[in-house]
Each structure stands twice: as structure tokens, then as C-alpha cells.
């Protein structure tokens, strides 16, 4: 949780650096079962929800990722739901720490494999479509693609 909370801290600073453009908040889960972390919308590009999820990076790259998605099958299936219907919805999530992290932009529909644990290099081919961030990386860079990237070629 503390890796999420210090995702979180890097993130809304994004709302200082761009305060004409971004609102955007974290949500306390009150609103219902499995509503994401994070709601907003960064103008001229639309609204966008995060899921945040941070880990350690595995000693091994043969060793999955795992992320704190046990007992979230409500979180699961609301980006799924989301993602199906074209919402800008997705998983924010960070691997490693410090100078070593990389940020993964997951689709919406990928929460059953990151909740099963996923390998590091798997992980980056679903989210090569959505986003890899390896420092360094802007705020504004990340939004962008959040809310410009192609959500679901199934949609096309």
C-alpha cells in the first residue's frame, strides 16, 4: 500500500502542474463496489479512470508480478465493464521503485491476469498498445496517452 500511496503522490501532482487542463481527484471507495482510484478528465482529451497498483520488481524476470488484486473481483469487473464499453479505463501500474520503476498503462480487461500474477515482459506486451513509461517520464506525457491512446481495437 505504501508503493500505491507514493503512485498516488507522483500522480496528483500532475493537478499543480496543469491546473487549466486536469481535474482530477482519488477516490475513496464510497461510491460503490470497485470503483477505481483515481477519476478525472484533462482537457481536450476527455475523461479517464485509473486503477493505481504498485509492486517490487521480482529478483527474477522469470518471476510473475504480482499486484494486491486478491479479494478485488469487484475492481476487476468494473475496468473490465468499462473498458468493454470504451471508457479511457485502465491500470496505473508501477513496478520496481525509485530510479528503477517502470509505469505500465494496462487496459481495463487485463485484471484477471495481473490478479494471477503476470511475468514482467508479458505485462509489456498487453500494454504495448496503452503505454510503457521507463524514466523519465511528465505527468502531462502520461495523460495524454490515458486519454488519446486507442482504448479497444474491438470497438474499431
Known amino acids: 500500500m505504501a508503493l500505491e500511496s507514493s503512485l498516488w503522490q507522483w500522480l496528483s501532482k500532475a493537478r499543480l ?36 497498483k504498485s509492486t517490487k520488481r521480482p529478483a527474477r524476470p522469470a518471476t510473475p508480478v504480482r499486484f494486491a488484486l ?11 465493464k468499462r473498458w468493454g464499453l470504451g471508457a479511457n479505463a485502465f491500470f496505473l501500474l508501477q513496478v520496481g521503485e525509485g530510479a528503477d520503476r517502470t509505469l505500465y498503462l494496462a487496459p481495463g480487461n487485463v485484471g484477471d491476469k495481473l490478479k494471477a500474477g503476470i511475468i514482467e515482459a508479458e505485462l509489456a506486451v498487453e500494454c504495448v498498445n496503452s503505454g510503457i513509461f521507463r524514466r523519465p517520464f511528465s505527468h502531462e506525457d502520461i495523460l495524454k496517452v490515458i ?10
Open 17 to 52: 502542474a496543469l491546473p487549466d487542463t486536469l481535474h482530477m481527484e482519488r477516490v475513496e471507495n464510497m461510491l460503490g463496489a470497485g470503483f477505481p482510484d483515481v477519476d478525472g478528465f484533462f482537457r481536450p482529451h476527455g475523461a479517464f479512470q485509473l486503477e493505481l
Open 70 to 80: 486478491n479479494k478485488r473481483e469487484a475492481q476487476i469487473a468494473y475496468m473490465r
Open 147 to 156: 486519454t488519446t491512446c486507442r482504448r479497444n481495437p474491438a470497438l474499431r
